[in-house]
Structures are given as structure tokens and as C-alpha cells.
């Protein structure tokens, strides 16, 4: 009956323990956590990145999934990439609901990123926007192909997300990703790549850092870029598979280097 007794009471504290930790506010996490408190800090920094790197404008966002709580992630509030401050940084869970009372007006299409990452464990940074160089290859049917090493993410192709085909019982949507059947659509579409294509949208990438992504995001878009002009040229040689494999090990192993300019960059600009 001790034993029992024993027991029971362990299980009610650890209840209680894991309640308690879950309530804790963001900017609590933060001061408990080096590693939250240094996820955030480059949350807060890539979101002026993509903007000063032209990957985002006045809409699209970038979020971490949390470091000491795989089942929560972390995202601005709504607000332009641009103005992001560490006091905008909310906390969802994976069915995008937002965490701890916050009641401010959170990103419509937080479900993107709750999406990809109930279905994607690897996952833990994704960027959303709408990048012009990237939206005809989502139109046209055209696959967007590694055609240099710096792309070699894209490995056999981007997918493209076709909303239509997970809308009910309207296919007819506002092109938005709004809602939890949407995201995993997304997600489904994206299956074990890094980028998708959100057809007549923009696009999302994936990375298991926030200065992976935020390459994986530049790099995309140069990419698009180059492609789009060597098709005006002729038939552009793409990235074998091979190719693509062993250029995305060695590249990848540098992106601390564009990182640290692109922080330079926008630390400049601000003073």
C-alpha cells in the first residue's frame, strides 16, 4: 500500500512539474534556459536577415522549435520580419494554438509552421514567404532544380503545394494556409524535402537550425533567379543526384560564414 501510495504521489509531482514548466512564459524560458534564451536572440536576428536579404518583405516569418520542449515552437507576434524584437516572440504548440495566456494577434499562417513540425521531428526552423523569383515555377508546372551548389538542397526538385487539393469541402480558398487540415497538407506536400512551393502563394524551407533555414531560404531564391535566366538561354544541366548529395554536405558545413555577414549586415543598418 506504501509503495502505491509512493507512487502515486511521484506521478502527481512530476504532473505537477511538467504543468509548471509548460506555464511558463516565453521571456521565463528565456531566463531559465541558455538555450532558449540564445534561440530566441537568433530568432529575433534571422527574421531582420530574410528581410534585409529580400527572402521576406513586409509579410512572411521564421520560426524555432522550442530547445527544451520539442511539442512547442516559437514565433512573432504579427508584425513585419523587419520590426521583430524579443518581446514579440510567442509560443504555440503543434496545433498552432498559442501558449501561456498570450492574447496577442498571433501569424494567421502560424499552421505552416505547427505543420511541418508535428510531422517532421527533424525539423526545427521553418520560413514562410513569398519571394517573386519563386512563384512561376509553382504556376507553370516548371520543377525548381538544384543548377548550382549552393542550391544542392533542392535535390531532385521542389514540390508543389496545390491547396485545392486539401480545401474542403470548398476548394476555392483566400490561398491561406489558416487552419490545422491545411498545414498538415502542407506538410505532406513538403514530405522529406527541404522547400515546398505553395502554388499562387510563395514557399516554405525547412532546416534543422535557424541559419540553415535562412540560407536554405537565400539560396533557394538565388537559385530560382538563375535558373529562370539560363531557361531563357536553353535547356540548363542541373545537379545529378550525386552531385546534389555531396555538394549539400560540403556546403552546408560553411553556413556559419554568410551567417556572420548577413548578422553584420543588418547590426550596420540599425545604427
Known amino acids: 500500500m506504501k509503495n502505491t501510495v509512493a507512487k502515486v504521489t511521484i506521478c502527481l509531482i512530476g504532473l505537477l512539474m511538467a504543468f509548471e514548466i509548460h506555464a511558463l512564459t516565453v521571456q521565463e524560458q528565456v531566463e531559465a534556459s541558455p538555450a532558449v534564451k540564445e534561440a530566441i ?23 524555432v522549435r522550442n530547445p527544451i520542449n520539442s511539442n512547442t515552437f516559437f514565433l512573432a507576434r504579427s508584425v513585419a520580419p523587419s520590426m521583430v524584437k524579443t518581446d514579440d516572440i510567442m509560443e504555440f504548440d503543434l496545433n498552432g494554438n498559442a501558449l501561456n495566456g498570450d492574447m496577442r494577434v498571433p501569424y494567421g499562417e502560424r499552421f505552416i509552421h505547427s505543420g511541418i513540425y508535428k510531422l517532421r521531428p527533424d525539423v526545427n ?7 517573386a523569383q519563386i512563384l512561376p515555377f509553382g504556376l507553370t508546372g516548371t520543377p525548381l532544380k538544384p543548377v548550382y551548389h549552393m542550391s544542392a538542397f533542392l535535390n531532385e526538385g521542389a514540390p508543389v503545394f496545390e491547396i485545392r487539393k486539401y480545401a474542403v469541402p470548398d476548394p476555392n480558398t ?62 540548363p544541366i542541373y545537379l545529378s543526384k550525386e552531385e546534389s548529395r555531396k555538394s549539400q554536405i560540403t556546403i552546408e558545413k560553411t553556413i556559419n560564414r554568410p551567417w556572420e555577414l548577413w548578422v553584420q549586415q543588418v547590426q550596420k543598418s540599425s545604427h
Do not use: P
Request: avoid cysteine.
Open 125 to 131: 526552423s521553418v520560413v514562410h514567404g513569398h519571394a
Open 174 to 235: 483566400d490561398m491561406f494556409v489558416s487552419n490545422v487540415a491545411l498545414g498538415q497538407g502542407l506538410a505532406e506536400s513538403l514530405d522529406g524535402n527541404n522547400f515546398v512551393i505553395l502554388r499562387g502563394h510563395g514557399y516554405a524551407a525547412t532546416a534543422d537550425s535557424i541559419r540553415k533555414v535562412v540560407f536554405r531560404s537565400i539560396y533557394a531564391i538565388q537559385n530560382a533567379m538563375i535558373q529562370t535566366e539560363a531557361m531563357k538561354m536553353g535547356s
Open 41 to 63: 536572440e537568433e530568432l529575433v536576428i534571422a527574421n531582420h536577415i530574410l528581410y534585409d536579404q529580400g527572402a521576406v518583405d513586409g509579410y512572411g516569418h521564421i520560426s
